[in-house]
């Protein structure tokens, strides 16, 4: 069962990590746009507009940095909408003094966004970033450019310095071109990673069809010498029995004898039809359940076989107890007679004279249990793999797989058991 507390607590510890992680980006921003701004009223004192053209500048002026801080309040929305925010981002730094404050969401952006819309997003990034960088530029002082002010070495911050391009190309890089070249970096590293896993999936994928397509063209193989071999014998077998039926005459007992012979002989051909759709399509087979009238076996004919069995000279022992038999799945009815045969006809084959326990038990809700034990000292040679035996236990296996249900062979206490468990048909596997 799921820890609630643990899950309780991914979505808060996530919650913490986005707020720290957009408080750092607003503080960040605030200080890249403080500084432009006072850069900015800087370079505006050192130009000594007066008049009513300085008027005009001090207003401009002012809405510039009322702007500008409030801009990296805008990191507040891109967990709804990252984009929008780096588009907004990107015209105020186009045309206000805000800094370079895109390029701290430009990494994320490129990663998440469609590659048409994340390549504009870093050309407005390019361009407003440029723009800002040459307007800083034309400050004189260091007090009044930031570019000066990072690639100049007086300590007098309002003499004029010289421009060195080598430090500012410096600047340029790391604050302009970095975060597109980080950003770009990290989403082709995505798509390397999104690209190989898809490739694990195909290859996944096509071994498993490549199995499939193995095991159908064995079964093919499978089903078309049973039904060529086995079928042309018990085609015989029937004409032959129905030739002496006829020819019993007055000796009933000959007679019926010869009928139950072709009867049996006729039921034989039915199950084989069966089998031989089972092994042609398995899924099929368990599903849409491609079974004669006479072959679909109920859960009420369960006692037959055990009698059966017992007629033959098996020693069981068996209780069954199942309640809405009469509601069970045709396929899954079938499957459960089909089982307790090969059971039995398994301990007839390599325990002729030991005691057989048979039991088996359920219903809807439940599901079906079916356990057969005997000793084990006659049945070593099957665990052993001896080749030849064990095909009955894979015959079962078979079949329990294809219903989704389990089985397993044990030797425990001294006992061979087998125990198998089929869902009912409508509960959960």
Same mark, same amino acid.
Do not use: C
């Given at each position: 069962m799921e820890d609630r507390s643990t899950s309780a607590r991914a979505p808060r510890d996530r919650g913490v990590r986005y707020w720290s992680r957009t408080a750092a980006l607003m503080f960040a921003?605030?200080? @890249?746009?403080? #500084?432009?701004?006072?850069?900015?009223? =800087?370079? %505006?004192?050192?130009?000594?507009?007066?008049?009513?053209?300085?008027?005009?500048?001090?207003?401009? !002026?002012?809405?510039?940095?009322?702007?500008?801080? +409030?801009? &990296?309040?805008?990191?507040?929305?891109?967990?709804?909408?990252?984009?929008?925010?780096?588009?907004?981002?990107?015209?105020?730094?186009?045309?206000?003094?805000?800094?370079?404050?895109?390029?701290?969401?430009?990494?994320? *952006?490129?990663?998440? /966004?469609?590659?048409?819309?994340? =390549?504009?997003?870093?050309?407005?990034?390019?361009?407003?970033?440029?723009?800002?960088?040459?307007?800083?530029?034309?400050?004189?002082? &260091?007090?009044?450019?930031?570019?000066?002010?990072?690639?100049?070495?007086?300590t007098v911050q309002t003499d004029p310095v010289d421009f060195n391009v080598y430090a500012a190309s410096v600047v340029y890089l790391v604050v302009i071109v970095l975060p597109v070249v980080v950003g770009f970096w990290l989403r082709a590293r995505h798509e390397i990673d999104d690209t190989r896993h898809e490739v694990e999936v195909e290859r996944a994928t096509a071994g498993a069809l490549s199995a499939e397509l193995s095991r159908q063209g064995e079964r093919e193989l499978i089903a078309r010498e049973v039904h060529d071999v086995i079928g042309h014998r018990l085609s015989l077998l029937v004409l032959h029995a129905g030739g002496i039926e006829v020819a019993a005459g007055d000796d009933p007992e000959l007679r019926n004898s010869a009928r139950a012979v072709r009867d049996n002989a006729q039921r034989a051909m039915d199950d084989l039809r069966s089998l031989v759709g089972v092994l042609r399509d398995p899924v099929a087979g368990a599903s849409d359940a491609p079974l004669s009238p006479v072959s679909v076996r109920s859960l009420a004919q369960l006692?037959?076989?055990?009698?059966?069995?017992? $007629?033959?000279?098996?020693? *069981?022992?068996?209780?069954?107890? #199942?309640?809405?038999?009469?509601?069970? $799945?045709? *396929?899954?009815?079938?499957?459960?007679?089909? @089982? *307790? !045969?090969?059971?039995?006809?398994?301990?007839?084959?390599?325990?002729?004279? /030991?005691?057989?326990?048979?039991?088996?038990?359920?219903?809807?809700? =439940?599901?079906?249990?079916? /356990?057969?034990? %005997?000793?084990?000292?006659?049945?070593?040679?099957?665990?052993?793999?001896? /080749?030849?035996?064990?095909? +009955?236990?894979?015959?079962i296996d078979e079949r329990v797989e294809i219903l989704g249900g389990t089985s397993e062979v044990s030797t425990d206490g001294g006992r061979f058991r087998v125990t198998v468990t089929l869902p009912w048909s409508g509960d959960a596997a």
């Open positions: 921003a605030l200080m @890249i746009t403080v #500084l432009s701004v006072s850069s900015a009223e =800087e370079r %505006n004192r050192v130009w000594a507009w007066t008049g009513p053209v300085g008027g005009a500048a001090d207003a401009v !002026q002012g809405l510039s940095t009322l702007v500008a801080l +409030g801009a &990296p309040f805008l990191l507040l929305l891109r967990r709804k909408d990252l984009a929008n925010t780096a588009w907004g981002l990107g015209f105020l730094q186009l045309f206000f003094p805000i800094g370079p404050v895109m390029a701290l969401v430009l990494p994320q *952006v490129l990663v998440r /966004e469609k590659r048409n819309e994340a =390549e504009t997003l870093a050309f407005l990034h390019v361009l407003g970033g440029t723009v800002w960088f040459v307007r800083d530029a034309l400050g004189p002082t &260091p007090a009044s450019s930031l570019v000066r002010f990072f690639s100049s070495t007086e006692s037959s076989v055990i009698d059966d069995m017992a $007629d033959a000279g098996v020693p *069981v022992a068996s209780t069954v107890f #199942l309640h809405s038999a009469d509601q069970a $799945d045709p *396929v899954l009815a079938h499957s459960v007679y089909r @089982i *307790v !045969q090969e059971l039995l006809t398994n301990a007839r084959k390599h325990a002729p004279t /030991e005691l057989v326990r048979l039991q088996v038990s359920g219903g809807p809700g =439940e599901g079906i249990r079916i /356990e057969s034990s %005997n000793p084990t000292s006659a049945r070593v040679p099957v665990l052993a793999g001896v /080749e030849g035996l064990g095909s +009955g236990l894979r015959g």
